[in-house]
Structures are given as C-alpha cells and as structure tokens.
T-cell receptor, first 113, second 116 residues
Framework: SQKIEQNSEALNIQEGKTATLTCNYTNYSPAYLQWYRQDPGRGPVFLLLIRENEKEKRKERLKVTFDTTLKQSLFHITASQPADSATYLCALLNGGSQGNLIFGKGTKLSVKP | DAGVIQSPRHEVTEMGQEVTLRCKPISGHNSLFWYRQTMMRGLELLIYFNNNVPIDDSGMPEDRFSAKMPNASFSTLKIQPSEPRDSAVYFC??????????????FGPGTRLTVL
C-alpha cells in the first residue's frame, strides 16, 4: 500500500545549526513533492515545490532535494532560528494534473536559542 | 484577499447532533479540499471538488459525512449524527487550477470540533 513517512515526530536543534527533515515514500511515483509549514492553531502554509526532474530547489535559507531512486526528499533549514520552530509537512501529488495531495504526518521542529 | 474563510472556528456539540462546517475559498480558485487533522492520523483528505464537482470522496469516513459545493464561493461539510471520534480539526483549502495541480493549496484557519 502507499505510504509516506517523515523520519521523526520531533527534532530539536540549537539555533544556528542546520535542520534536516526527511520524507520517505513507498508505492508512489509522484510528479512532484511539496513542503508546508504549520504553526500551532493554524492551517499549513506552502513553502516549496520540487518536481521529479529536479534534484534540488532553494529558497532563501531553505533547500529541498528529491531523489526518485531512493524515494526520498530532504528538507534543510540552514542557520536555523527559533522562529523556524513549527511542524513541517511533506506532501505528494496523488493522481494526474487535477489530482490531490497526500500529506505525511509532519515533523515538529524546535530550535533552541 | 482575505484568504480561505472557515466558520465556525470552534464547535462543541453533543453526540448525535448535526454539525455543519462552512468554507469560502479564495476568489478565482476552482479546486476545494476538505481535510481532517488528528494527532493519530495526521492530515487526511476527506473530499475534493474541481469546478464545484466532487472528484474524489473516498476519504469520507462513512455515510454520516456529506459535503456540498453549490457554487464556486461556498462549500459545506456536514456530519449527522456526530460522534466523539469525529473530534478533530477540519481544514478547508483551495487551489487555482490554472497551471494544474502543481499550484499550492491555500488553507483556512480550521474548525476545531469537539463532540462530547
């Protein structure tokens, strides 16, 4: 059956370090993958999209990689700040061009000053 | 733009009562999604619409759940009768179909439902 797993429920790091979050999937061949940020009491907010033919995507301090052979995406936050503390969700396209997203359960990141 | 609007923000009801959640998508968006989020199961898709037409309702847990989208600017999710296990945060999201499903989804603030 199809499955999306984010490596851990929680990740604690020190301010200034690089946070690395993992998203693994099985029995999918997604055309793309998206990452969202969710703060407590709020809905998820889109951060980045990476397509199957892209190895890496960057946006300011964020970097996402996509390895379709390993069926894995890595999400990096460099020079992390306490304001980066949130839950980060990966999501895969399910279906064709009018399809929907399947979300992982998320990783809660805490950046300590 | 006000973003996706959901009401109510909080709902507390007793088992057996009917619950109606409401959503107004972003103007010009023609895909609308209803999700349920719990600690145990994460964010689960219940149903989604393209151009007001339900495309996939396989995530609707059972017949007690129903969703409608009578026009491009309004959708409802109804639970009748409600049960304690329905307690969760329900999110509505919308997306512009221009450019296909690559576009991001915009989420509303959610409705926190508690069924006693």
């Amino acid at each position: 059956s199809q499955k999306i797993e984010q490596n851990s429920e929680a990740l604690n790091i020190q301010e200034g370090k690089t946070a690395t979050l993992t998203c693994n999937y099985t029995n999918y061949s997604p055309a793309y993958l998206q990452w969202y940020r969710q703060d407590p009491g709020r809905g998820p907010v889109f951060l980045l999209l990476i397509r199957e033919n892209e190895k890496e995507k960057r946006k300011e301090r964020l970097k996402v990689t996509f390895d379709t052979t390993l069926k894995q995406s890595l999400f990096h936050i460099t020079a992390s700040q306490p304001a980066d503390s949130a839950t980060y969700l990966c999501a895969l396209l399910n279906g064709g061009s009018q399809g929907n997203l399947i979300f992982g359960k998320g990783t809660k990141l805490s950046v300590k000053p | 733009d006000a973003g996706v609007i959901q009401s109510p923000r909080h709902e507390v009801t007793e088992m057996g009562q009917e619950v109606t959640l409401r959503c107004k998508p972003i103007s010009g968006h023609n895909s609308l999604f209803w999700y349920r989020q719990t600690m145990m199961r994460g964010l689960e898709l219940l149903i989604y619409f393209n151009n007001n037409v339900p495309i996939d309702d396989s995530g609707m847990p059972e017949d007690r759940f129903s969703a409608k989208m009578p026009n491009a600017s309004f959708s409802t999710l109804k639970i009748q009768p409600s049960e304690p296990r329905d307690s969760a945060v329900y999110f509505c999201a919308s997306r512009s179909v221009a450019g296909g499903s690559y576009n991001e989804q915009f989420f509303g603030p959610g409705t926190r439902l508690t069924v006693l």
